[in-house]
């Protein structure tokens, strides 16, 4: 099924792109968590929708 979900795993894929490197991880520990939980196999295990999911970004991006 594609929902609201499935845009969150789409941003988080894009995240991970963005600040995963040959050279490794070049985000924060809490970054990888939040991209980890929206780039969930389980729909149901990822963030609720786009709200959620930029509410958990902000203060890991600090």
Not at 2 to 27: C, F, K, M, P, Y
């Amino acid at each position: 099924m594609i929902d609201e979900r499935t845009t969150v795993h789409l941003l988080g894929r894009t995240l991970h792109h963005l600040l995963d490197s040959a050279q490794g991880w070049r985000g924060a520990g809490e970054q990888r968590g939040v991209v980890e939980r929206a780039t969930r196999e389980m729909p149901t295990a990822r963030y609720a929708d786009v709200p959620a999911l930029v509410r958990a970004w902000r203060p890991a991006a600090l």
